[in-house]
């Protein structure tokens, strides 16, 4: 399985991005997903999961400005960040869970990584 995120860059703050992670090697379907950060100095975040049955969540952080999506016939994940702002800076992580038909509680049930997309917010 490998997963390939992209759509990181510089944006102002107040602007928007839309992250995508493209899986291949396994239908994505049957799997959480999810998105994480890691700023520089910090530990890595959990920003948002979307579940097989499509329930999305996120940290409050980032509630009400982003959103979380999948394609499941594409195997593609997406975030769509809106009204970001320099506190968002960070490489931005895709993940895919180990097990199948299940709800990811804890981030030792993802087992795929993706390479990470920075992104970067001026003031």
């Known amino acids: 399985v490998q997963l390939q995120a992209s759509g990181g860059g510089l944006v102002q703050a107040g602007g928007s991005l839309r992250l995508s992670c493209a899986a291949s090697?396994?239908?994505?379907?049957?799997?959480?997903m999810g998105w994480f950060r890691q700023a520089p100095g910090k530990e890595r975040e959990n920003v948002a999961d979307?579940?097989?049955?499509?329930?999305?969540t996120y940290v409050d952080s980032v509630k009400g400005r982003f959103s979380i999506s999948r394609d499941n016939v594409k195997n593609v994940l997406y975030l769509q960040m809106n009204g970001l702002k320099p506190e968002d800076t960070a490489v931005y992580y895709c993940a895919l869970a180990n097990k199948p038909w299940t709800t990811v509680r804890a981030i030792d049930e993802y087992g795929y990584w993706g390479q990470g997309t920075l992104v970067t917010v001026s003031s």
């Open positions: 979307i579940s097989w049955r499509e329930n999305p």
């Open positions: 090697g396994r239908a994505t379907r049957p799997y959480g």
